[in-house]
């Protein structure tokens, strides 16, 4: 059993917090897992913060920017479990890109695991559990054997232009049907 290094925040606290103050607490635990880093690796550089993701994608460690982003539509519909295992885990992305031969590392490897077992005290998940309909919105609507399946704009559009998609599970080649009522 793992004992988180970070306080979890009040839930009933954060479902009072508007959009600003939601972010900033955001902020506040992304400088609280920084000051944890630190005490593992003084010389980590801070990184940059952006509220800038979309999609499916919660957050993510952008080494070429020099930050983390994070999705906010995620964070506001999923606020614990968000403060709680998605900022620890982009931070320990970037703390193990920072160590020695970290570059190296797999993204969610040995190094990284051991990072959010031992620093963080968070069982290590490559991939979030959230609802993400609202983040990614997939109004086109394909067809295959045996199940609908959204598409985004951008998939629409090489689909369109000839590129092919197939089920996963049934190996159908998608069929448009047209965009969704909502």
């Known amino acids: 059993m793992t004992i988180p290094a970070l306080p979890a925040p009040d839930p009933s606290r954060l479902d009072a917090l ?26 980590l550089p801070r990184p940059a ?8 994608c919660a957050g993510q460690a952008h080494f070429g920017r020099g930050g983390l982003r994070f999705n906010p539509v995620l964070l506001e519909e999923n606020r614990l479990a968000f403060l709680v295992e998605v900022v620890p885990h982009e931070m320990a992305h970037w703390l193990v890109h920072h160590l020695e031969d970290g570059h190296r590392a797999r993204p969610h490897g040995r190094e990284w695991q051991t990072v959010m077992r031992r620093l963080f005290g968070v069982e290590p998940r490559t991939t979030h559990r959230f609802d993400t309909d609202r983040a990614s919105p997939a109004p086109y609507r394909y067809r295959c054997n045996c199940r609908e399946h959204g598409f985004s704009a951008r ?24 965009r969704s009522a909502s």
Do not use: N
């Open 155 to 178: 998939r629409h559009a090489l689909a369109r232009r000839g590129r092919g998609y197939r089920c996963r599970h049934c190996a159908q080649t998608l069929v448009y049907l047209g």
């Open 18 to 43: 508007d959009r600003v103050a939601l972010h900033r607490t955001l902020l506040e635990r992304v400088e609280a897992s920084y000051g944890l880093c630190r005490e593992l690796h003084p010389g």
């Open 49 to 56: 913060v952006w509220l800038d993701l979309q999609g499916k």
